[in-house]
Nanobody
Framework: QVQLVESGGGLVQAGGSLRLSCAAS????????MGWFRQAPGKEREFVAA????????YYADAVKGRFTISRDNLKNTVSLQMNSLKVEDTAVYYC?????????????????WGQGTQVTVSS
């Protein structure tokens, strides 16, 4: 059974940092792009960041560029999201996902596997 399990969410003040981690089990994702999405209350799920299978190429939403950094460890089958300079508007449930092969990494329907999400709340 394939599982993606996120951890590291929590409550942080604006300007602070959090590091999200996602552990995959059931299969390896060395050939898949991995990404992070988020969904705030009343809003649609939106792309945050993604990384190509061997980590050469990264993609970021404009809203997080320069503040968030995605990384992956294919030996450990994990992907992480370092979030710095957090803003109140970053508050959302963050989801880790594994993309289908050869699909655009910024489009949610291109992802085949999803984690259950982890809550990130940024207070002012």
């Amino acid at each position: 059974q394939v599982q993606l399990v996120e951890s590291g969410g929590g409550l942080v003040q604006a300007g602070g940092s959090l590091r999200l981690s996602c552990a995959a089990s059931g299969r390896t994702f060395n050939s898949n792009a991995m990404g992070w999405f988020r969904q705030a209350p009343g809003k649609e799920r939106e792309f945050v960041a993604a990384m190509s299978p061997i980590g050469i190429t990264t993609y970021y939403a404009d809203a997080v560029k320069g503040r968030f950094t995605i990384s992956r460890d294919n030996l450990k089958n994990t992907v992480s999201l370092q979030m710095n300079s957090l803003k109140v508007e970053d508050t959302a449930v963050y989801y880790c996902a594994a993309a289908r092969p050869s699909t655009p990494p910024m489009i949610a329907p291109g992802y085949a596997y999803w984690g259950q999400g982890t809550q990130v709340t940024v207070s002012s």
